[in-house]
């Protein structure tokens, strides 16, 4: 625990005391002789990637309202709220969006995870069905946002609980696309916890069970996401895959706001896929998304150079490598990415 604290405290800039104090503090804690204060609860927030009720230190008042009390205020308050609450959280939700790929999730996980709370906490108590159909729409974006971030992290299990929120969410809103994309999403879990073989099958179930009902651009992004998915397991049909989002791509320029997918984008998508195949023409499509790339993207600049270090150190080009893999490990921490730490790690102890 105290390494976590370490490691948390340093990507805030913070400091916390020497290893001997904490052990005792944090037995303290254990002990239930003390209570974690509000600069120790972010910290453990943080590290862990759990809300103070999973972490044992949600504090109950003894004055709260009966449970009708509640619920009564919370309804009357739904029945004030209008098409300006919606636009609010959908604007809350893009601009959580924008720092992430910018900033990283480490520090915003905490943010996007009280969003989500409170966009479940209105729909719970919205009384008419356009209302609750419209907040749907809202809790599956931010779910699966919040997701994406807990999975950046390492906070798998916390991801895989996002996720389910955000898929139950899609279909209440009956927004197949959003469902596909929270679903695949999700397979990024099954991969990296029950393997590559699991995580095709999914994807390849996704596809045929969404692929009809959903947007263009998001059946182009669900195509790259399936490729990705397959590319271990069923090459040829992950090539198929990538044939198909690049005929679909020029339609991403009308996709909503949690599709980010451009040609630069699907140019590294398919880098990283070809990289999977062991593929040679990998690199020189993975060089050519980075010089189209907005600089903003830092995460799949992060993402970009760790595939590029993978391609040149399947050609033998070491030196190359290196450098590649010390931007990408800068970039990284630069955004807190613990999910491209460990591809980098991966990738150092296999070659």
Known sequence: MIFELEQAAARRSLSIPNRQTMKSRISRWENGHAAPDEFYRQLLREAFGLDDRELGLEERSDDEPTAADDLRMRLLSALESDGCLIEALRSQTDAIRIQDRQFGAGLLLEVVRGHVASIDQHLGHAVFEVNRRALAEQ?????????????DVGGLDQAWRFFELASAAALRANDFSMFAFARLEQAHIVHELAGAHVAARLAESIWTETRRRVSEPVRCWMAAAVAELQAEEAPASSRRMLAKAESLVDATD???????LDRAHLSRWRGHTLVQMRDPAAEAVL??????????????????????AAAQLQRGGKDEAAERSQRATELARRVGSRRILARLEA?????
């Open 139 to 151: 809790l599956a974006d931010a779910g699966a946002l919040a997701g994406w971030q807990a999975l």
């Open 254 to 260: 009308s996709a909503p706001a949690y599709v980010v």
């Open 287 to 308: 060089l050519e998304a980075e010089s189209e790339m907005h600089p903003s993207f830092i995460r799949a600049a992060a993402s970009l150079n760790l595939d590029l």
């Open 347 to 351: 990738l150092r102890v296999a070659s």
